[in-house]
């Protein structure tokens, strides 16, 4: 079982640096963000709940609030819950998509949230075309302005998982 003590080292070792928790009941919550081979700066939180029967969710927010083309947005959403059957997509109450892996917090493993960060960059970085629009003004992405990518110890530890994500 990985607890909540065990996270900031963890992420640490794959060069991930994350604020100070928050703490609320039972709940510990870090911020973070996160760099893929093509999505720099996805911001991601861990949620570390130690209740019985709690979970550890993985969660980052896609894209800002959509505003008006929300329906076509809900249906592409929905569309990817199919296509990538490990993480589930939503909107927020505050209309930003989000994507989210959840597991057991009983049962988490260090390796089992490791690929869970990488699964929600190796997402973001497949679904960055399709995204364009929602996260850059005029929908094109930014040039790549080169240096290296934070927590690249990350992306490197987890084998053939691109080749996995889709069902």
């Keep these: 079982m ?11 070792s794959f060069g991930a640096t994350a604020a100070t928790p928050h703490r609320r009941e039972d709940a510990t919550v870090w911020d973070l963000e996160l760099d893929g081979n093509v ?4 911001r991601v939180s861990i949620i570390h709940d130690a209740r019985p ?5 993985v ?4 894209a800002p609030p959509l505003g008006d083309g929300i329906r076509a947005a809900y249906r592409r959403l929905l569309q990817w819950n199919d296509r990538f059957p490990f993480v589930k997509f939503a909107i927020a109450d505050d209309g930003r998509p989000t994507m989210s892996v ?20 190796l997402i973001a970085d497949a679904l960055v075309s399709e995204t364009a629009e929602w996260i850059w003004i005029g929908g094109r992405v930014p040039p790549d302005p080169g240096g ?14 691109a080749e996995r994500l889709e069902g």
Aim: hydrophobic share 55%; no cysteine.
């Design 53 to 57: 029967g709690g979970a550890l969710i």
């Design 148 to 161: 290296e990518r934070r927590n690249r110890p990350l992306l490197a530890r987890v084998g053939d998982l």
């Design 39 to 42: 999505r720099r700066a996805l």
């Design 102 to 121: 959840e597991l057991r917090a009983a049962d988490a493993t260090a390796e089992q949230l490791r690929e869970a960060l990488a699964r929600i960059l």
């Design 2 to 12: 990985l607890s909540a003590a065990e996270i900031p080292a963890l992420l640490a």
């Design 59 to 62: 969660w980052a927010m896609l």
